[in-house]
């Protein structure tokens, strides 16, 4: 067994504490990376739920319009009641040819 002075032992713990002190920063660094590409990730979907919500909100905006103005067109008269058919039977047959074409095109 080799001994050492008391001086050869304290430049031992510190070249230690040195080594370890290093990594530790070095990890440090690491998370604090990972915690901004977090919170710049977080930022990023928040912003694109705020956008998906005022798209959201117009869709309904939209919708309760159209509900509105159907309801009135149904308590009208009896011609209206005509034209609301033609209407609904026109947009079942369109969604069909769409859908038949969008089949075709698929395949």
Do not use: W
């Not at 990972?34 to 956008?51: F, P, T, V």
Request: glycine fraction near 6%.
């Amino acid at each position: 067994p080799v001994i050492l002075g008391h001086g050869a032992v304290d430049d031992m713990l510190d070249a230690e504490n040195k080594r370890m002190a290093d990594n530790l920063a070095s990890k440090v660094s690491r998370l604090k990376s990972l915690a901004y590409d977090i919170d710049k990730d977080a930022e990023e979907q928040n912003s694109y739920l705020d956008g998906m919500d005022s798209n959201f909100l117009s869709a309904t905006g939209l919708l309760t319009g159209s509900v509105k103005r159907f309801s009135t067109m149904v308590r009208s008269g009896r011609d209206n009641r005509k034209i609301l058919c033609y209407v609904s039977i026109g947009l079942v047959l369109l969604f069909f040819v769409l859908y038949y074409l969008v089949r075709r095109i698929q395949n």
